[in-house]
Each structure stands twice: as structure tokens, then as C-alpha cells.
């Protein structure tokens, strides 16, 4: 119940908001601005998708390079049963 009060809240406000920012601008302007949002968020979730994701941290040692270590395993890959 907390979770839908709190997703219900956050809808409600952004509501307001557009209704008090749509009483000083255009709404084509509104429009406009809201597709740029939208077409924004659809590249970076693409390019972030296609993105190798690394499992392992790099480190800096002095003036060597930076190397990576650790296991190239998730905790949910070390706990699933054999």
C-alpha cells in the first residue's frame, strides 16, 4: 500500500506541475519539450543497452596502469544450486 501511495503522489505532482507551468508557457512548447525528454531517454536507454556491462572494479597502483580484478560472477551466479 505505501508503494501505490507513493507512486500515486509522485503522478499527482508531476500533474500539478505540468497544469501550473502550462498556465505560463505555450503548449506546444510543452509538446515539444516533452518529446525531446522522451526521444533523449529512448537513445540513452539504447546505447546503454548495448553497452558491455563489466563485473570487476579497476584499481590504480602508483604509476602502473589500471587493472581489473575480481570475479567475473554475480552474488545471484554464487548462489544458485548446482
Excluded at 22 to 34: T, Y
Amino acid at each position: 500500500m505505501p508503494i501505490a501511495l507513493g507512486h500515486a503522489l509522485a503522478i499527482g505532482l508531476i500533474v500539478l506541475l505540468v497544469y501550473i507551468v502550462g498556465a505560463v508557457i505555450p503548449s506546444k512548447w510543452l509538446q515539444i519539450g516533452g518529446a525531446a525528454t522522451l526521444f533523449i531517454v529512448a537513445v540513452w536507454k539504447l546505447r546503454r543497452a548495448r553497452q558491455q556491462r563489466r563485473r570487476c572494479r579497476f584499481y590504480r597502483l602508483g604509476n602502473m596502469a589500471s587493472f581489473c580484478v575480481g570475479f567475473m560472477v554475480t552474488l545471484w551466479d554464487i548462489s544458485k544450486e548446482i
